[in-house]
Structure formats: structure tokens, C-alpha cells
Nanobody, 122 residues
Framework: VRLEEAGGGSVQAGESLRLSCAAS????????LAWFRQAPGKEREQIATIDAGGFATYADSVKGRFTISEDTKKDILYLQMNNLKPEDTATYSCAAEYGIWTCRRGTEFAFWGQGAQVTVSS
């Protein structure tokens, strides 16, 4: 499985961006998909997940501002980011694990996107 991200960029605080992550190859009906981010000097943070049933979870840092969604027909994962803040500046990566129906704490993801830079200036 290959994951290809698109949509990063530089914006002003309060603006929006949408990231996409297109999956190609042998995907499966059971999966957990996620978005992570890593800022310079900080640990990687899991910010959103969605499972095959459409159940989504969010980190407190993005809850109410970011929305994870998917186009199951096109195998594309999205992250809509609204009201961006300078502290959202990071490299954002999508990840996928197949063969599981729900996302659980500690899920290890086998497939990763290449990362997309998001920079938010004040």
C-alpha cells in the first residue's frame, strides 16, 4: 500500500487548509486510518483517527477545529483544518493499518505517507 499526501502549505492564523492522503495498492475493508503531526523538537502526536465504521477520534489539541473524513470509493483520507494556529505548525503524516476494524490506543501503523508541511504564521 502506498499513501500519497497533498495539500500542505503556509497560511495565516485563523485560515484553513485541507490535507489529502490517497491510498493505492492492496487495501482492505477493515482498517484504521490516522493523521499524525510532528513539530520541530517535539514528539510525534496522533491527532485524529477514523475506522472502517466511520468512527472518528481527535486529540484535545485539535478537537472542534479539525475534521477527519474519507472517500471510501476513491480511497482518499482527508484532514480539514480550520481556525489554524501557529502551534499547529508541523509536518503532517497520514498512516494506515489494515486488518483491524477499530482504532485502539497503541495501534501500530504499517503504512505511512511522506509527510506534508503545514506552517501557520501569526
Amino acid at each position: 500500500v502506498r499513501l500519497e499526501e497533498a495539500g500542505g502549505g503556509s497560511v495565516q492564523a485563523g485560515e484553513s487548509l485541507r490535507l489529502s492522503c490517497a491510498a493505492s495498492g492492496d487495501t482492505y475493508p477493515a482498517y484504521c486510518l490516522a493523521w499524525f503531526r510532528q513539530a520541530p523538537g517535539k514528539e510525534r502526536e496522533q491527532i485524529a483517527t477514523i475506522d472502517a465504521g466511520g468512527f472518528a477520534t481527535y486529540a484535545d489539541s485539535v478537537k472542534g477545529r479539525f475534521t477527519i473524513s474519507e472517500d471510501t470509493k476513491k480511497d482518499i483520507l482527508y484532514l480539514q483544518m480550520n481556525n489554524l494556529k501557529p502551534e499547529d505548525t508541523a509536518t503532517y503524516s497520514c498512516a494506515a493499518e489494515y486488518g483491524i476494524w477499530t482504532c485502539r490506543r497503541g495501534t501500530e501503523f504499517a503504512f505511512w505517507g511522506q509527510g506534508a508541511q503545514v506552517t501557520v504564521s501569526s
